[in-house]
């Protein structure tokens, strides 16, 4: 059974930096991704990492800011939050896309088949 817990969300200052964890277990081969939802918008594509950790993609508003990494011998993955700006405020979701990696990473939410339950960052400025 495949489940995700996600971690670290909370209050920092614009400027700062937070850490997210997942916990993802009964995977396998998965790219894991972060998605982030601000209110009244939709849910958008943060990051993702292929299962050995070989290939990464972020979003342009974060590739400078964020970065995505996983430690396979402990099921996590880690989305490091940097420099943090009041629009990066939104529930941050951890996500698993069971599909073997054949060279792209789906930015696409219909390609994650697991979701973890989303923690809240509020950056404050």
């Known amino acids: 059974q495949v489940q995700l817990v996600e971690s670290g969300g909370g209050f920092v200052q614009a400027g700062g930096s937070l850490r997210h964890s997942c916990a993802a277990y009964?995977?396998?081969?998965?790219?894991l991704g972060w998605f982030c939802q601000a209110p009244g918008n939709d849910r958008e594509f943060v990051a993702a990492i292929t299962w050995n950790g070989g290939r990464t993609y972020s979003a342009e508003s974060v590739t400078r800011r964020f970065t995505i990494s996983r430690d396979n011998a402990k099921n996590t993955v880690y989305l490091q939050m940097s420099s943090v700006k009041p629009e990066d405020t939104a529930v941050y979701y951890c996500a698993a896309d069971r599909t073997v990696y054949t060279g792209l990473i789906s930015t696409s939410l219909s390609a994650y088949d697991y979701w973890g339950q989303g923690t809240q960052v509020t950056v404050s400025s």
């Open positions: 009964g995977l396998n081969k998965d790219t």
